[in-house]
C-alpha cells in the first residue's frame, strides 16, 4: 500500500493516501492486538475489526482508481490482496467460534 501511494499525484491527496495506508496496517496490528488477548471472544472481536479494515482499503482502492491515483493492474492487484486477507481473518474466526464450548443440556 505504500509503494502505491508513492506514486506522484497519489501522495499529494495527503487525506486519502493517509487513509488508505492506515486501514492496511489497522488490519494486521488489531489481528496481533487481538492474539495477545486473553480469550478467544476478544480476539474475534479484534478479527472483526481487521476485517472491517480490509473492506475499507478496498473502498479507498475505488475513489483512488477513479481519481487515476492508479492504474486498472494495480487495482486489481491490491484488491485482490485485501480480499484475500479478508477472507482469511472471516475463515479464521469461523474456525475460533468453532472452538468454543457449547452450552450442554
Do not use: W
Not at 492506515?22 to 475489526?49: C, D
Request: glycine share 4%; charged share 25%.
Amino acid at each position: 500500500m505504500y509503494e502505491a501511494t508513492e506514486d506522484k499525484r497519489f501522495s499529494r491527496d495527503l487525506r486519502l493516501a493517509g487513509q488508505i495506508q492506515s486501514a492496511a496496517t489497522s488490519s494486521m496490528a488489531n489481528i496481533a492486538e487481538g492474539f495477545i488477548r486473553k480469550s478467544s471472544k476478544e480476539f474475534i472481536q479484534f478479527l472483526y475489526i481487521a476485517m472491517s479494515s480490509s473492506a475499507e482499503v478496498r473502498s479507498h482502492l475505488y475513489v483512488a482508481m477513479d481519481l487515476g491515483y492508479i492504474d486498472k493492474g494495480s487495482f486489481e492487484s491490491i484488491y485482490d490482496q485485501a480480499d484475500k486477507v479478508g477472507r482469511m481473518i472471516s475463515n479464521l474466526i469461523k474456525y475460533l467460534r468453532s472452538l468454543q464450548t457449547k452450552p450442554t443440556k
